[in-house]
């Protein structure tokens, strides 16, 4: 089956730093191109990050130099390393697989992991 | 950036109800553009990509179309298991960009 499983969110206090992953289950995520989106309490989606299969990059610019986009193949799990964190940050973090080679859209989604950044 | 726009914001409608959504690009994004649809709780679903293309799965009342500027989401006969928010999506240049969702509510 193919799935997604996000795991590492929780609380952090402004400034602080934390990692979230998304463990992927039925692909390769060295195959795929995978993104990061989040979604603030009661808003809209927000698009993060996305690593391409030959391992290039893209950020938005609101966590440009903040946040770094990663994988690991032999676990097949894809990370979001965030630091410097702001209250602005706090939101449900989803990892989805973006087929867009194939010029689809985000076609598989993990369930979400939830980032809250308070002191 | 690519400023993406949504109307209506909520839509209220009822059960076997035609439903359009629109979403215009503040600049070309040629057919590159998704829809997904999200339930309270849950991860958004694509139904739509290419602007026209609907996704595996998803039921043939759905239907997208336009290209440039200017795209529709259309619900033919609305069902109990429609009433959700939807989003659209360009995927044409980064950074990628999301509407801000339109709401289809119980009339």
């Known amino acids: 089956e193919v799935q997604l499983v996000e795991s590492g969110g929780g609380l952090i206090q402004p400034g602080g730093s934390l990692r979230v992953s998304c463990a992927a289950a039925?692909?390769?995520?060295?195959?795929?191109?995978m993104s990061w989106v989040r979604q603030a309490p009661g808003k809209g989606l927000d698009w993060v990050s996305v690593?391409?299969?030959?391992?290039?990059?893209a950020y938005a610019d609101s966590v440009k130099g903040r946040f770094t986009i990663s994988r690991d193949n032999s676990k097949n799990t894809l990370y979001l390393q965030m630091n410097s964190l702001r209250a602005e940050d706090t939101a449900v973090y989803y990892c989805?697989?973006?087929?867009?080679?194939?010029?689809?859209?985000?076609?598989?989604w993990g369930q979400g992991t939830t980032v809250t950044v308070s002191s | 950036d690519i400023q993406m726009t949504q109307s209506p914001s909520t839509l209220s409608a009822s059960v076997g109800d035609r439903v359009t959504i629109t979403c215009r690009a503040s600049?070309?994004?040629?057919?590159?553009l998704a829809w997904y649809q999200q339930k309270p709780g849950k991860a958004p679903k694509v139904l739509v990509y290419?602007?026209?293309s609907l996704e595996s799965g998803v039921p043939s009342r759905f239907s997208g179309s336009g290209s440039g500027t200017e795209f529709t989401l259309t619900i033919s006969s609305l069902q109990p298991d429609d009433f959700a928010t939807y989003y659209c999506?360009?995927?044409?240049?980064?950074?990628?960009?999301f509407g801000q969702g339109t709401k289809v509510e119980i009339k």
């Open positions: 989805a697989r973006a087929r867009v080679p194939d010029a689809m859209g985000m076609d598989v």
């Open positions: 039925g692909f390769s995520v060295s195959s795929n191109y």
């Open positions: 690593i391409y299969s030959d391992g290039s990059t």
């Open positions: 600049q070309s994004v040629v057919s590159w």
């Open positions: 290419k602007a026209s």
């Open positions: 999506q360009q995927y044409n240049s980064y950074p990628w960009t």
